[in-house]
Structure formats: structure tokens, C-alpha cells
T-cell receptor, first 113, second 115 residues
Framework: DAKTTQPPSMDCAEGRAANLPCNHS???????VYWYRQIHSQGPQYIIH???NNETNEMASLIITEDRKSSTLILPHATLRDTAVYYC??????????????FGKGTKLSVIP | GAGVSQSPSNKVTEKGKDVELRCDPI?????LYWYRQSLGQGLEFLIY????????KSGLPSDRFSAERTGGSVSTLTIQRTQQEDSAVYLC?????????????FGPGTRLLVL
């Protein structure tokens, strides 16, 4: 899996958009970008994933640059419950394998009232 | 149940003792993972089960660690002769196993403290 780099921490005001960046400059063609988050004392929770195109679901939007070397997770209206550690992962999405996830240290997002 | 469950939620043990951690995956999920997360660290893959195939044990840190999955459902992770460095949160995850790119659903974890 390609290495990803994220800032260790970020703050966001409640109600504002939270934009979490991730660099994955060595990502290969068959690797997807996944985002998970982990709220304190809970197991990781899937948020969104994408390959090339921007993606949106009920939780967030994922913007992937055209060269795929970086991406941004957007939480459009952050709430206090979005305070968590956010993990960006680049992992293969095809071929045989167990598709285990390898999380780095992620970005600790603190949503401020 | 609706989600992945794990037991116990917390376990304190003495160095040298054996421990067993249990995972109940989501019903019908054929793929099951064990990970561990040390304090302030990322997720570390331990072992993967998929249906009746031989498990992928490539992440087990030593031969003190083993896991079983009986009947394709419940899994037990066993740590023998525990050491203080085994202290971590042990997370179990499952997915249906039917598609390549799928969400993994995580349980709440077992917090293991080895004194």
C-alpha cells in the first residue's frame, strides 16, 4: 500500500466545513483512497472511498486531485460528534489478497463549539 | 446482532498468563480480521480469515499469538505467556467477503492491559 501523509491535528469551528488533507504521492493505479475515522474508545468507522472521481455520500465528500497524489476529505457542516482521528489509506482494490487496512497516526480533528 | 461484537471489553492480566479474546462478526460475513492498536499508534494487521480458506497469518507478531475461527463465524484470538508490550486495543472487523472493495465493519475492541 502507498504511504499516506496527514497533518497530526486540526481544529474546526462547529457548523463550518472541515477539510482534511492527505498526501499519497506514490499511489499506484489500482489503489483506492479510503477514509476511516475513530471516535475515542470506539472501533474505526468507514467514511468514504474513491479511485479517480470525486465522491459524495451522506457523511462526507472526497476530492481527489487529477494526478491522484493527494486528496481532501470534506465534512460539510462539522458537529461536535465529528471530533475523532481521521485516517487516510491508499490500498489496492483489485487482485487477490486480504485487503487488510494499514492505518497511520491520522489527523486528530477537534470540532470547537 | 446488528454489528460486530467483542468480549471482554476490558481485560487486565498478569505477565505470563494466557488470554483469549472473542469476536462475533456480523451474521453472514465470511471475511474476518484481527488488528491491534497500541496507545497513540495506528492500526496493525494481525490475521485474516476468509470462508474455509487458510487464514492469512502474516501479521501475527510472534508464535505466542494464534487465532481460530470455528464454524465460519465466531473467532478467538489467543495470546500465550502475555508480555507487557502486548498491551493494546485488539480490534476485530468483518465484511461480507463477496466483493473486492468493501467496507470493513469494526467492533468496539478489547482493551488488554498486561501488568
Amino acid at each position: 500500500d502507498a504511504k499516506t501523509t496527514q497533518p497530526p491535528s486540526m481544529d474546526c469551528a462547529e457548523g463550518r466545513a472541515a477539510n482534511l488533507p492527505c498526501n499519497h504521492s506514490t499511489i499506484s493505479g489500482n489503489e483506492y483512497v479510503y477514509w476511516y475515522r475513530q471516535i475515542h474508545s470506539q472501533g474505526p468507522q468507514y467514511i468514504i472511498h474513491g479511485l479517480k472521481n470525486n465522491e459524495t455520500n451522506e457523511m462526507a465528500s472526497l476530492i481527489i486531485t487529477e494526478d491522484r497524489k493527494s486528496s481532501t476529505l470534506i465534512l460539510p457542516h462539522a458537529t461536535l460528534r465529528d471530533t475523532a482521528v481521521y485516517y487516510c489509506i491508499a490500498a489496492a482494490g483489485s487482485g487477490a489478497g486480504s485487503y487488510q487496512l494499514t492505518f497511520g497516526k491520522g489527523t486528530k480533528l477537534s470540532v470547537i463549539p | 446482532g446488528a454489528g460486530v461484537s467483542q468480549s471482554p471489553s476490558n481485560k487486565v492480566t498478569e505477565k505470563g498468563k494466557d488470554v483469549e479474546l472473542r469476536c462475533d462478526p456480523i451474521s453472514g460475513h465470511t471475511a474476518l480480521y484481527w488488528y491491534r492498536q497500541s496507545l497513540g499508534q495506528g492500526l496493525e494487521f494481525l490475521i485474516y480469515f476468509q470462508g474455509n480458506s487458510a487464514p492469512d497469518k502474516s501479521g501475527l507478531p510472534s508464535d505466542r499469538f494464534s487465532a481460530e475461527r470455528t464454524g465460519g463465524s465466531v473467532s478467538t484470538l489467543t495470546i500465550q505467556r502475555t508480555q507487557q508490550e502486548d498491551s493494546a486495543v485488539y480490534l476485530c472487523a468483518s465484511r461480507t467477503g463477496l466483493q473486492i472493495r468493501e467496507t470493513q465493519y469494526f467492533g468496539p475492541g478489547t482493551r488488554l492491559l498486561v501488568l
